[in-house]
């Protein structure tokens, strides 16, 4: 059984970063399609980016695009998402997911999800 557990989330000023984490246990990371997720209050989760475990490049929603990175760390099992340049809109939870789908970008094509990790930019 495939289990998500992310940490790395916190309050951050307006233009600071944050790096979020995700340890995949119960497979190799590279062997699933992974994406992170942002959902805030009476929304819902919305795709922030992702990896197609056949392609292997990187997607992102148009504002994460150039301030946000997305990467493995396959010796840890672990994919991570760099956050730079925060504003406001940056904020809610953080959840990572995983399936074995080719590819995808909305929250119902993924299987696996973890707990959620607030994030907060706010001066």
């Known amino acids: 059984q495939v289990k998500l557990v992310e940490s790395g989330g916190g309050l951050v000023e307006p233009g600071g970063s944050l790096r979020l984490s995700c340890e995949v246990s119960g497979g190799t990371v590279d062997a699933f399609t992974t994406a992170w997720f942002r959902q805030t209050q009476g929304r819902e989760r919305e795709f922030v980016a992702g990896?197609?475990?056949?392609?292997?490049?990187?997607d992102y929603e148009p504002s994460a695009r150039g301030r946000f990175t997305f990467s493995w760390d396959r010796a840890k099992n672990t994919i991570h998402l760099q956050m730079n340049n925060l504003n406001p809109e940056d904020t809610g939870v953080y959840y990572c997911a995983a399936t074995m789908r080719a590819y995808g970008n909305s929250a119902g094509v993924f299987t696996d999800w973890g707990q959620g990790t607030q994030v907060t930019v706010s001066s």
């Open positions: 990896v197609s475990r056949i392609i292997g490049q990187a």
